[in-house]
């Protein structure tokens, strides 16, 4: 039994060893890359810095918070999901803006020009997607 336990043992070490490389099937993939200006890039806004920063109008008031930054599927529209209404949290709710309509004035502020809290509460609510 002692030998038949090793001759299988020994049977499975040299069909692995004797096996060919399992090698990737298909066509070779490319990607194609476009060079950055890293010094741009370094310069702007990083996602985690700019989610649940206040939103202010043209004159300076708070009308919203950013909750959270979305692309769409096809990477080509970035939006900007903004905590509006309520009060310590309660009682707001979500609306979507495009990002390109926020201005980063040299304040560190976030500003959405002409934006007011009633017409941000005008605007439908969005909701999550459930995936």
Request: hydrophobic residues 45%.
């Amino acid at each position: 039994m002692y030998n038949l336990a090793l001759l299988a043992s020994a049977a499975i070490v040299f069909a692995g060893l004797t096996a060919a490389p399992a090698n990737a099937q298909g066509v070779p993939q490319s990607v194609e890359i476009e060079k950055v200006d890293v010094s741009t890039v370094a310069a702007g806004y990083r996602a985690s810095k700019v989610i649940g920063e206040n939103v202010v109008n043209d004159a300076g008031d708070t009308i919203g918070k950013i909750d959270d930054l979305l692309v769409t599927r096809d990477g080509k529209e970035p939006y900007a999901v903004l905590s509006v209404g309520g009060f310590l949290g309660m009682g707001t709710h979500l609306v979507v803006v495009r990002y390109d309509s926020l201005k980063f004035a040299d304040n560190n502020k976030i500003v959405l020009p002409g934006g007011t809290k009633d017409g941000l509460s005008k605007l439908p609510t969005f909701q999550y997607a459930n995936k």
